[in-house]
């Protein structure tokens, strides 16, 4: 087997990322790392890994000087995530001029129009010179895709994957004896995720049959949260730590108002938890079948959040099991091997 140099040129590093790597490492690439270290939106640290090297993207002043740790490696593919830091862009750019390689960049941004419009009539001489390929998260980011003018040969799916190894642990039929009546929210308390939306849609709520709301993570609105009526808000937690939690909840929703992918509907899935969540969110088009698994409603409007948990909370612990176990097999459809396994086939 040809053992690869990959090069992932990347923002902040998430335990996510991380599996994926594993997944590379295994298939005997020596994986090489240049992350985001500084103004992080969340304290996770990736672990130190055989095979893999970590450099800070803080160090690097400049393109010519990123591009000579480029031209040392000699990586036979690059992977970056997205096209977000001129930095990346330009070297991307570089590398596609002067060493002819294949530079995948990651895309989970659904078309929207507007200010995309700019990318649209550029990307000729923006993304088609600094990318061979778009790995995009799914099939609504697709379209973005083809209106930047890559080929569906040049597009690669799904580039997301939750560890499914980890949160396919949780044995859906242990939540028989004693079902969890626990809502579970986990990701950043800001306005994008809508949870006033939430609490005041699960104020509204004339029954909740002793459910609870548990809302994990941190972030700006944190201050905004408390004061609510059957209410747990816990601290931002590592993925052992949301494993258990997620073993002791009975269902999971994410109220964003704008949420491109949310790879976190991936991992509730995988837990074997139903699901509600706005009609916004990307990795609905994966992980959520309407009545099957769970629930969908407009962001923003809290008469349909709160007719989505009633629809929950009147399901018998029969129907909520099945739902979970429906759940689990959406989320066995992506893993990170997968992940990894496409990117590779750019080399083939």
């Known amino acids: 087997m040809k053992h690869f140099t990959i090069l992932i040129l990347y923002a902040e590093l998430m335990p996510y990322n991380v599996v994926v790597i594993k997944e590379l490492v295994k298939k005997g690439c020596c994986v090489h790392v240049v992350l985001q270290d500084t103004n992080k939106k969340t304290p996770y640290l990736p672990p130190s890994l055989v095979g893999v090297t970590y450099y800070n993207r803080s160090v690097f002043k400049d393109s010519n000087h990123l591009f000579r740790l480029v ?14 830091d001129p930095l990346y862009n330009e070297v991307a ?13 990651s895309s989970d941004t659904q078309w929207r129009g507007g200010r995309q419009w700019f990318n649209v009539l550029t990307s000729r001489f923006r993304h088609q010179q600094w990318f061979s390929h778009l790995f995009v998260a799914g099939e609504w980011q697709v379209r973005y895709a083809r209106k930047l003018g890559f080929r569906p040969d040049q597009i690669l799916m799904h580039n997301l994957s939750a560890d499914v190894d980890l949160f396919s642990r949780i044995d859906v039929n242990s939540r028989i004896a004693n079902y969890p009546k626990r809502l579970l929210y986990v990701g950043r308390f800001a306005p994008e995720k809508g949870l006033v939306y939430l609490l005041k849609a699960w104020q509204s709520v004339p029954d909740r049959k002793g459910w609870q709301l548990t809302l994990v993570g941190n972030g700006p609105e944190k201050e905004k949260l408390t004061g609510y009526p059957d209410v747990e808000i816990l601290d931002f937690m590592d993925q052992q730590e949301l494993l258990e939690v997620m073993e002791n909840s009975g269902a999971f929703i994410l109220p964003s108002v704008s949420e491109p992918w949310a790879l976190v509907i991936h991992e509730a899935v995988c837990a074997g938890l139903p699901v509600l969540a706005s009609d ?13 698994n769970g629930y969908l409603f407009v962001p923003g409007k809290i008469r349909s959040i709160c007719h989505s948990m009633e629809k929950l909370l009147i ?6 099991l099945q739902m979970g176990r429906n759940s689990r097999a959406l989320g066995m459809q992506i893993t990170p091997e997968k992940v990894a396994g496409t990117l590779l086939t750019v080399l083939k």
Not at 79 to 84: N, P, Y
Not at 93 to 105: D, E
Not at 280 to 292: H, Q, Y
């Open 280 to 292: 916004c969110c990307g990795a609905i088009t994966s992980f959520l079948r309407e009545g099957e």
């Open 93 to 105: 750019g570089m590398i596609r001029k002067k060493m002819n390689l294949p530079v995948v960049a």
């Open 71 to 84: 031209k040392k490696l000699g990586p036979d593919l690059v992977w970056v995530a997205g096209w977000i």
């Open 315 to 320: 399901q018998s612990e029969a129907e909520l």
